[in-house]
């Protein structure tokens, strides 16, 4: 194999993407052109070029699916089948990924114009977790049948009348919706719980980056998940809008945009179907003034620039306390005008740890789309019509500075003394903007981290442990982190339930909790016969 340049990357990517499964929908186990045979391209983030073009599946295709869906659900063999080889087929799936992170993350990169030893390390990370949510089956059998303490002197009630066991059943056919910012990662943790719990699963990825995505219908061949149990439709909002509607669609697990979120849950309320909903944030960094200087800028960049800011988590409000504010934004500038531009995210493979001098935002990536890159611009245009100081950045970089590429770059941007009413403060940009307020006292930080509609995920930054945790505490967010250090910061742990408080998101992903939303909790009740017998008789004894 020659080895990958500058001058062949996206040819190389190419020669990956001639495989099957990243040219036809799957479904019912096999893989098939559209009904309509249409396409959609997809663009390199670096240069703007089409690099390839993948099916666009619509509602027919959809309901082909769902026909092949029904008919897996009706067999009943997968839901049947104990969790724990349900959970093999998943770790298997998983070590397909670990495979082939080399070929996926290449292909990550051209797709998200993410840097590819960035992409790599996540896809080792997803691998990581599709085997832990392998493991889970085994969990979930051992949880079922588990007798309930019905009462029996609490709260003074009398002891229930029958013998009951709780029983996690799967839901049913479930819609699979992800965004594109961590493709694999994002659509691998619906599909593995989904899977693993027992339902019949369709899958409907980004048509901004997706194409990983496909991969994981290979995988499903591969280790021979049962046909129709999983199928995967490449297509827009309207094809993701048509998997909603179905009737047959027991619940929707959506990653995306809070405005997408409320659509979905819209659509999903006349068939009151469930919803599990992964939003927008724009969470804080919280920063007092007894923080070390250059922790606090590390944890900063890492925390607001990381995938090019377009990142749920994106640490995009720093609120810093006001006897370090100036000090704190000089260093921040200082470093922001030093890091490049990343113009070819296929070969940037070698890079140290800082943030600045090797870490995992040493590099400023491209922003995902041309439709993406100009909201950015049209918002910073906005904000500087609206008067809010722009500090540093603030607009598209001199070409110069990007090898005159036609790549969709936006220089990193700290907007300072930003309203609190503001859309800089309140809205989601999706792209390398910090905003910026200060504080004087713990009760102002407070009030200042929660002072919007989102509540995913925020940052305490002191070296007093006893005032991280006490503001920690009062934050209101899926996740909070308290820290001297920022060591750690945005990783997830997949044994670590998170979600999002209010416009965030609707339920919890990752962990037990996270496996436990594709289930139904059902309580099966005895009477006349002991547990034991009614066991022995039924099909899950
Ligand atoms: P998006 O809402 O535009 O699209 C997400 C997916 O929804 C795509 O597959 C799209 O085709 C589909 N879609 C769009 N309209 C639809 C409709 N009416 N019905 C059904 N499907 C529809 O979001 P995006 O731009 O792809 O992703 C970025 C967003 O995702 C950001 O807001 C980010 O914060 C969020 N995100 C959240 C998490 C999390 O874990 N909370 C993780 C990653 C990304």
């Known amino acids: 194999m020659t080895e990958i340049t500058k001058n062949n990357s996206l040819e190389k990517v190419q020669e990956h993407l001639k495989a099957e499964c990243f040219n036809k929908l799957f479904i019912g186990g096999h893989f098939v052109d559209p009904i309509d045979g249409q396409k959609m391209p997809t663009y390199y983030p670096a240069t703007g ?14 309901g082909s699916a769902i026909d092949a869906a029904e008919a897996a659900w009706l067999d009943g063999a997968w839901a049947n089948m104990p969790a724990a080889e349900r959970g093999d087929l998943i770790s298997r799936m998983a070590q397909g990924v670990e495979e082939n992170i080399e070929a996926l993350a290449a292909i990550e990169a051209a797709d998200v114009g993410k840097p590819f030893r960035q992409a790599a390390m996540v896809l080792s990370g997803a691998a990581s977790e599709g085997k832990y949510w392998g493991s889970l089956g085994a969990v979930l059998d051992a949880g079922q049948d588990t007798p309930v303490n019905s009462g029996g002197g609490m709260g003074g009630l009398p002891p229930a009348e029958w013998d009951v066991v709780y ?12 965004a594109w910012n ?5 659509a691998f943790r619906k599909v593995a719980p989904a899977l693993v719990a027992g339902n019949c699963a369709i899958l409907k990825p980004s048509e901004i980056a997706g194409l ?11 280790v021979g998940i049962p046909e129709g149990v999983f199928s995967v439709v490449t297509g827009d909002r309207e094809t993701g809008a048509a998997l909603v509607a179905s009737p047959s669609v027991s619940m929707v697990s959506f990653t995306g945009s809070s405005l997408t979120g409320t659509k979905i849950m ?3 309320a006349p068939k009151l179907s469930q919803v599990a909903l992964e939003l927008g944030g724009k969470s804080a960094m919280v920063i007092f003034e007894d923080t070390d200087i250059e922790r606090a800028v590390e944890a900063t960049i890492k925390g607001c620039l990381t995938n090019g800011g377009q990142i749920c988590t994106a640490h995009t409000r720093l609120i810093v306390q006001e006897g370090i504010k100036d000090h704190l934004l000089k260093e921040l500038k200082n470093v922001l005008e030093k890091i490049p531009y990343c113009t070819d995210p296929i070969t940037e493979r070698e890079r140290g740890d800082r943030a600045w001098e090797g870490g995992i935002t040493d590099v400023l990536q491209p922003i995902v789309s041309a439709s993406q890159h100009k ?18 950045g603030g607009r598209v970089p001199d070409p110069a500075d990007v090898k005159n590429s036609d790549g969709y770059f936006i220089q990193p941007t700290i907007l300072t003394d930003v309203p609190r009413d503001s859309d800089a403060w309140q809205k989601e940009i999706f792209g390398p903007v910090l905003s910026v307020r200060s504080f004087s006292s713990e009760a102002e930080a407070i009030t200042e981290a929660n002072s919007t509609a989102f509540g995913l995920a925020s940052t305490v930054m002191s070296s007093d442990p006893a005032k991280a945790m ?11 982190f308290a820290t001297s250090t920022g060591e750690g910061l945005l990783a997830e742990h997949p044994a670590v339930s998170r979600g999002g408080f209010g416009c965030s998101g609707v339920g919890r992903e990752l962990g037990i909790n996270g496996l436990h939303e594709y289930t139904e909790l059902k309580s099966v009740n005895y009477s006349g016969f002991s547990i034991e017998e009614a066991k022995k008789i039924s099909n899950h004894g």
């Open 375 to 392: 909201k950015i611009v049209d918002f910073l245009n906005e904000t500087k019509a609206a008067g809010i100081k722009i500090y540093t």
């Open 266 to 268: 819209e659509a999903s």
């Open 167 to 178: 029983r996690r059943d799967p839901i049913g056919i479930v819609g699979l919706i992800s």
């Open 182 to 186: 961590y493709p694999i990662n994002v």
């Open 212 to 222: 990983s995505c496909m991969f994981l219908a290979k995988l499903a061949q591969d």
């Open 49 to 62: 070029e089409v690099f390839h073009e993948l099916p666009k599946g619509n509602a027919n295709d959809i």
């Open 470 to 480: 006490r503001v920690a505490n009062r934050i209101r967010a899926g996740a909070v």
